[in-house]
């Protein structure tokens, strides 16, 4: 069975500066998706990143960037110039395509608070 | 461009009514999912379905709980016989389905189900 694993249940950052929230995962498949979402206090779920297994190239979006580790089965979240608003619990997530079913297994999050 | 829409977004219920979670997904979507979130936890898939077939339900619990998504209207989560541990937030997602393919879920923004 797949599982995700977020080891850190809270972690503050000053604003401005750069955190890396951790994400393993174990599955046995090669062909999955990883994401890292994003819920503020309205419970939203903002997905923040996704990255193909298939695809070595860690993805980026503006401040939000990923360590995808594949043989480590690690997925980490690094924020550049934290922002106030980044304050949220986040989320990381691995969906499984080839099964069918397309279910997401979420980690238990981590609450992250940007201090000013 | 209305994203998933949920109704309603907080739900009471005394034990032993019915609970009935409406979920409308973005617009051409075809496919639902439907997960459950107890506090300070991360969300657990319930069942995926398409229109008027439920093609997953492996996270449902075998009694009380039971899910559709007809031809037309919303898909619905319906909960009977409440009990207090069915307190959560109740989260729908929806995706497309390109080429055989499922494309990322979009979430909704959840109800919120307290039973007293």
């Known amino acids: 069975a797949q599982t995700v694993t977020q080891s850190q249940p809270e972690m503050s950052v000053q604003e401005a500066e750069t955190v890396t929230l951790s994400c393993t995962y174990d599955?046995?498949?090669?062909?999955?998706?990883l994401f890292w979402y994003k819920q503020p206090p309205s419970r939203q779920m903002i997905l923040v990143i996704r990255?193909?297994?298939?695809?070595?190239q860690n993805a980026t979006e503006n401040r939000f960037s990923v360590n995808f580790q594949k043989a480590a089965k690690s997925f980490s979240l690094k924020i550049s110039d934290s922002q106030l608003g980044d304050t949220a619990m986040y989320f990381c997530a691995f969906m499984n395509h080839t099964s069918g079913t397309y279910k997401y297994i979420f980690g238990t999050g981590t609450r992250l608070k940007v201090l000013a | 461009n209305a994203g998933v829409m949920q109704n309603p977004r907080h739900l009471v219920r005394r034990r032993g009514q019915e609970a009935r979670l409406r979920c409308s997904p973005m617009?051409?979507?075809?496919?639902v999912y439907w997960y459950r979130q107890l506090p300070e936890e991360g969300l657990k898939f319930m069942v995926y379905l398409q229109k008027e077939n439920i093609i997953d339900e492996s996270g449902m619990p075998k009694e009380r709980f039971s899910a559709e998504f007809p031809k037309e209207g919303p898909s619905i989560l319906r909960i009977q016989q409440v009990v207090r541990g069915d307190s959560a937030a109740y989260f729908c997602?929806?995706?497309?389905?390109?080429?055989?393919?499922?494309?990322?879920?979009?979430f909704g923004q959840g109800t919120r189900l307290t039973v007293v």
């Open positions: 997602a929806s995706s497309l389905n390109i080429r055989g393919m499922n494309t990322e879920a979009f």
């Open positions: 599955t046995s498949e090669s062909n999955y998706y």
């Open positions: 617009k051409g979507h075809s496919h």
């Open positions: 990255q193909e297994a298939y695809k070595q």
